[in-house]
């Protein structure tokens, strides 16, 4: 890939701090885009290792290895909890950081985070991809292309957002103390998304389609739904019983899932309730008492 623009970090290069899956996917993005990632350090020697395959260079590190303080880029991969304790781990590799940079990829925290760094002369941010990682290779594909969350001070913000468009990005930045909220549009939309086609993959099969052809009608069907999303919003998308107040049909499935799976009616209750406020169709009672 021809690199774009003056490089973008010192001598030093890149440090990153978590070897799990988006570690890897944005290690092996960030070198196929030229940026240079010399370090890779993980609890586990082997896990770092690992990372480091995949990432296709750099070199494999221990989290306490001396050599991080000699980055000039940290980017913290790691757990949402685990960000302050190795934030602060990292700080006591050295007395100054000053000229250095330090990134965290959580969505649920600011650029406070890094403060134990921040303190030792640190500029620090965040570099968050609004994007499902499920696998390293899948991030490989997906962190391409995708919307980022960019925060923190000048410094770390410029370097940020200059790997954005290195990756051929959206950057944005969310309004100071609002990343529950920003974090609970992502969970909303992604991991319930995934738990209900799940669902309605066991739905189908109890239906008799055959199970090779299931995965591949739900992608497609999904994708399909955010297309239209897309192009008409929510309410102009939504397709189905509630939004013709067809309250027969939405009996009918309460009744099935009263048969098959109870636990999940009042999931079930709650999302027609959100569909039609959004339809703007009166809800009548869907439990009439016994």
């Given at each position: 890939?021809k690199?774009?623009?003056?490089?973008p970090t010192?001598?030093?290069?890149?440090?990153?701090?978590?070897?799990?899956?988006?570690?890897?996917?944005?290690?092996?993005?960030?070198?196929?885009?030229?940026?240079?990632?010399?370090l890779?350090?993980?609890r586990?020697?082997?896990?770092a290792e690992?990372?480091?395959?995949?990432?296709?260079?750099?070199?494999?590190?221990?989290?306490?290895d001396?050599?991080?303080?000699?980055?000039?880029?940290?980017?913290?991969?790691?757990?949402?909890?685990?960000?302050?304790?190795?934030?602060r781990?990292?700080?006591?590799?050295?007395s100054?950081?000053?000229?250095?940079?330090?990134?965290?990829?959580?969505?649920?925290l600011g650029?406070?985070?890094?403060?134990p760094?921040r303190?030792?002369?640190?500029a620090?941010?965040?570099?968050?991809?609004?994007?499902?990682?499920?696998?390293?290779?899948?991030?490989?594909?997906?962190?391409?292309?995708?919307?980022?969350?960019?925060?923190?001070?000048?410094?770390a913000?410029?370097?940020?957002?200059?790997?954005?468009?290195?990756?051929?990005?959206?950057h944005f930045?969310i309004?100071?103390?609002?990343?529950?909220?920003?974090h609970?549009?992502?969970?909303l939309?992604?991991?319930?998304?995934?738990?209900l086609?799940?669902?309605?993959e066991?739905?189908?099969?109890?239906?008799?389609?055959?199970?090779r052809?299931?995965?591949?009608m739900l992608?497609?069907?999904?994708?399909e739904t955010?297309?239209?999303y897309?192009?008409f919003?929510?309410?102009?998308?939504?397709?189905?019983?509630?939004v013709?107040?067809?309250?027969?049909t939405?009996?009918?499935?309460?009744?099935?899932?009263?048969?098959?799976?109870?636990?999940?009616?009042?999931?079930?209750?709650?999302?027609?309730?959100?569909?039609?406020?959004?339809?703007?169709?009166?809800l009548?009672?869907?439990?009439?008492?016994?």
């Open positions: 890939m690199r774009r623009g003056s490089q010192a001598p030093g290069g890149v440090a990153i701090i978590g070897p799990g899956r988006l570690g890897q996917a944005l290690g092996k993005v960030l070198r196929q885009a030229g940026v240079p990632v010399r890779v350090a993980g586990e020697r082997r896990r690992r990372a480091v395959r995949f990432i296709g260079g750099g070199r494999a590190v221990s989290w306490g001396p050599e991080i303080a000699e980055a000039a880029v940290l980017v913290l991969t790691v757990a949402d909890s685990a960000i302050g304790p190795v934030a781990q990292l700080a006591g590799l050295r100054d950081w000053r000229g250095r940079v330090a990134l965290h990829t959580c969505g649920s650029p406070e985070a890094l403060q760094l303190a030792r002369g640190a620090v941010g965040v570099l968050h991809p609004f994007q499902t990682v499920p696998q390293p290779s899948a991030g490989a594909r997906s962190l391409r292309g995708c919307y980022w969350n960019v925060d923190g001070d000048a410094r913000r410029a370097l940020a957002r200059q790997w954005v468009k290195r990756l051929d990005g959206r930045r309004l100071p103390g609002r990343q529950a909220l920003y609970l549009a992502a969970f939309v992604c991991p319930t998304t995934l738990t086609m799940d669902q309605s066991k739905w189908l099969r109890r239906a008799g389609v055959p199970r052809l299931i995965r591949g992608a497609q069907f999904v994708s955010a297309r239209n897309a192009t919003g929510g309410a102009g998308a939504l397709t189905g019983p509630v013709r107040g067809d309250w027969q939405v009996r009918k499935h309460l009744r099935a899932l009263r048969r098959g799976t109870p636990e999940t009616v009042g999931a079930y209750s709650a999302l027609v309730g959100l569909m039609a406020r959004l339809a703007r169709q009166p009548p009672n869907l439990h009439p008492k016994k």
